[in-house]
């Protein structure tokens, strides 16, 4: 989705306390959805071999592939069978009544915006003893910060460009920034200002023309949560720009040139909780690597191996059958041409026997026509 981020700034203890927010709210207008989900795609039940109970396993999906893919409804398996209609036997849900368009449209929503799904927000039965993880404190913002001269002039030089950096709250000295509303006409050069914006929580830089040099321009954000980096050429070497961001809750780095290697530069961010990296070069062992040194974080690879293994092992299949179906009908076609000169010859044949025939009883009456004319003259 391409509008900007809201956020709810909480007061608490004279503190302002900023934790990783997002346009949808997935514990109170997604999470009551995938309860009633549970029935069938629960613990005791797996209908298609689907969970819904907890993000990892909607992830890695049942017989058709992950139930959602993070940043893409237009994707989402999920998002096609709640969408059609009930008479189809794909739809979903399959049992009760369909979802209401308000809630298709926050589903579809939340997907766009990453999907984001606290460790703490867990689709559990109603079951005594389900276990749900305590959800770590989030990153703490300074309550006494103020914007400098500096971080005014440089908002002022983005409004030029006709690029918004707006209050996350009335009165809240906390920013937020979708850049990707301006696409490929953001460069690193028109990044650079972004380096003043103190303030900033939020930075959503995806399918923009940014690349690892302009990240460079993001060192002193050391307040920024959130970062939206997918569909950019941002590689490994990028991401050895990011390591002041010790506050960062948030990082999308899908469709990027991301490798294990790159991981390995996020190891000491103590307050990441949501990393995705589907479509990335990034191996299972390498998000398995990154998640025993920070145990908190959720790693979203889209797909696990075996499941996209099994997948494209079903794509070769179709494949196969389709080409022995052409083999067959280009069989068909060369039997029917063979078969058509033969028909042809015998049709000659049969046309050649009338016309010879009147001939063969035309001779008798010519030889009695001779013996008649010697018998006159004798």
Not at 232 to 244: H, N, R, S
Not at 348 to 368: F, G, L, M, S, V
Request: proline share 6%; aromatic share 4%; hydrophobic share 40%.
């Amino acid at each position: 989705m391409n509008k900007p981020f809201l956020f709810g700034a909480v007061l608490a203890a004279g503190i302002l306390n900023v934790g990783a927010a997002a346009k949808v709210d997935f514990a109170k207008e997604i999470l009551p959805t995938f309860q009633e989900c549970i029935k069938c795609h629960g613990p005791e039940k797996q209908k298609g071999k689907l969970r819904l109970d907890s993000r990892d396993a909607a992830l890695k999906g049942g017989k058709t592939g992950p139930a959602f893919v993070a940043g893409d409804s237009a994707k989402s398996e999920m998002v096609r069978r709640i969408s059609l209609p009930k008479s189809d036997d794909d739809f979903m849900p399959s049992e009760g009544e369909p979802l209401s368009k308000e809630k298709i449209e926050l589903i579809k929503k939340w997907i766009d915006d990453g999907a984001d799904w606290p460790a703490t927000a867990t689709a559990a039965s109603d079951k005594p003893g389900a276990i749900t993880k305590a959800r770590p404190p989030g990153p703490v913002l300074p309550a006494d910060f103020k914007p400098s001269g500096a971080e005014q002039k440089a908002i002022a030089a983005f409004a030029a460009k006709g690029i918004d950096i707006r209050p996350i709250a009335m009165n809240s000295p906390w920013r937020e920034a979708n850049l990707r509303l301006h696409g490929s006409n953001v460069t690193d050069a028109t990044l650079a200002p972004i380096k003043d914006v103190l303030g900033l929580i939020d930075l959503n830089l995806a399918a923009t023309k940014v690349t690892d040099a302009g990240l460079a321009h993001l060192k002193p954000l050391a307040n920024l949560q959130r970062l939206h980096l997918e569909l950019t050429g941002v590689t490994d070497a990028g991401l050895a720009q990011l390591k002041g961001l010790k506050n960062l809750t948030y990082l999308n780095l899908y469709g990027t040139k991301v490798t294990d290697a790159g991981l390995d530069q996020l190891k000491g961010f103590k307050q990441l909780r949501s990393l995705y990296v589907w479509q990335t070069k990034v191996t299972d062992a390498g998000a398995k690597k990154l998640k025993a040194a920070l145990p908190d974080l959720d790693v979203s690879m889209g797909w696990d191996a075996s499941t996209l293994a099994k997948m494209e092992a079903k794509k070769e299949e179709a494949k196969k059958e389709e080409a022995k179906k052409e083999e067959k009908k280009a069989e068909v076609k060369k039997e029917e041409k063979d078969t058509k000169p033969a028909e042809a010859k015998k049709d000659e044949k049969k046309e050649e026997k009338k016309a010879d025939a009147p001939a063969e009883k035309k001779e008798p009456e010519a030889k009695k026509e001779e013996k008649k004319a010697e018998e006159k003259k004798n």
